[in-house]
């Protein structure tokens, strides 16, 4: 296994704008983007169970606008919607006449907890951050219309949380990738199930970045198995493309990212923390989003089975995916037929985007032109 990454050439580089970087408050770590700083307005909070995140608004000048909350994968970040090397979503709704705001959870990579700090699940997410998250930026826009874009793990969390009735009211949801049915390759699964286990005892989390952790370190064996067979030199593209951490998933087609996109994954996706594992593989199990607390009285707030609570979705949704999905395969297909049965009275959409894989609907260089013209046409249709 070789340890090069693919380079940018100079005049590339040089075509590019001049990327700026907001200093936000220190638990936080800078986004990067384009925009003007002055109209980049960084709102660290609280949950109510004492956990710090932090909440992004992008200032339009202009009032009125209906306002779209965006919420990361587990182990990205809202810096995966701002990518200063290509259009991104945030350019796509500034021109469209949106107020973006974007949120980092508990798992984002810009913060610490995959890595230290207490623990939490999914269920953590669903009643605290989200909630709260829509709350604040409620009481900013008044009665405007809010819709929320969601992706991965944040729009599986959402969905418990919509289920729960936490969050009612949203004009809209476009979730990509999953939401209320997930479901895994065998092969991943069964990684999770046993592999993931296995080392769940040894250490708590796969980093992605090997310049981090050593040639000696006790995850090189990992960055080794990794890189069997892969075409790309790169470790970090090695630990993602076809590896997702180690479940044998793929989180994007390569061709799809730009050279400056794939030279940064490393700060684009972080470390995932291996105690988050039975939630996740519970999840797995059950082909929906469950509870993990079965017992604690703080969470009883969340059904025990957000598919059975369905019933509960208030508002309408895009179910979104690439055609060629490698993590979730074809979850939001099976949930769109899965709701016309149980739910058909839930304005559900499906729509498969050709080619594409997981992250690169977000983070691909084509995205604007393939994926982000199905967002805004949902949103525009109801705004």
């Not at 919607?81 to 949106?98: C, I, K, S």
């Not at 953590?124 to 969601?150: H, M, N, S, T």
Request: charged fraction near 20%.
């Amino acid at each position: 296994m070789t340890f090069r990454t693919r380079t940018t050439s100079r005049a590339a580089a040089a075509a590019r704008p001049a990327v700026r970087t907001v200093r936000s408050a220190p638990a936080l770590r800078p986004l990067h983007h384009r925009l003007d700083p002055a109209r980049v307005e960084e709102i660290p909070f609280h949950t109510a169970d004492g956990v710090r995140l932090g909440l992004t608004r992008v200032d339009t000048g202009e009032a009125g606008r209906p306002a779209v909350l965006l919420l990361h994968g587990h182990t990205a970040s809202a810096d995966m919607f701002l990518l200063p090397e290509t259009r991104n979503l945030v350019d796509v709704l500034l021109d469209e006449g949106y107020e973006p705001w974007l949120l980092d959870w508990r798992g984002s990579c810009r913060l610490p907890y995959n890595a230290t700090g207490r623990r939490y699940t999914y269920d953590d997410v669903a009643l605290y951050d989200l909630p709260e998250a829509v709350r604040r930026v409620r009481d900013r826009i008044g009665g405007r219309p809010l819709f929320v874009v969601a992706h991965c793990i944040g729009a599986l969390a959402l969905s418990l949380s919509m289920t729960a009735g936490l969050v009612p009211g949203l004009a809209g949801v476009v979730s990509q990738g999953v939401f209320l049915t997930p479901k895994l390759a065998g092969s991943t699964s069964l990684r999770m199930s046993v592999g993931w286990e296995l080392l769940r005892s040894r250490i708590d989390h796969i980093p992605v970045d090997f310049r981090t952790v050593g040639l000696w370190s006790k995850y090189t064996p990992l960055f080794a198995l990794a890189g069997r067979r892969a075409d790309c030199p790169d470790p970090t593209c090695q630990m993602l493309h076809h590896s997702a951490w180690g479940s044998g998933a793929s989180l994007f087609v390569h061709e799809h990212l730009a050279d400056a996109t794939h030279g940064r994954l490393a700060e684009l996706l972080g470390p995932a923390p291996l105690w988050i594992v039975p939630h996740l593989r519970r999840i797995a199990q059950a082909r929906t989003v469950v509870r993990w607390h079965d017992t604690d009285h703080r969470y009883r707030a969340l059904p025990p089975n957000a598919l059975d609570a369905a019933a509960r979705i208030d508002t309408p949704v895009l179910l979104l995916a690439g055609s060629d999905n490698g993590l979730w395969l074809d979850s939001q297909r099976l949930c769109r037929d899965v709701l016309a049965r149980r739910q058909p009275q839930l304005d559900v959409a499906y729509v498969e985007i050709p080619g594409y894989g997981h992250l690169d609907s977000f983070i691909g260089r084509g995205a604007a032109l393939d994926v982000f013209g199905h967002v805004v046409d949902f949103l525009g249709a109801r705004s």
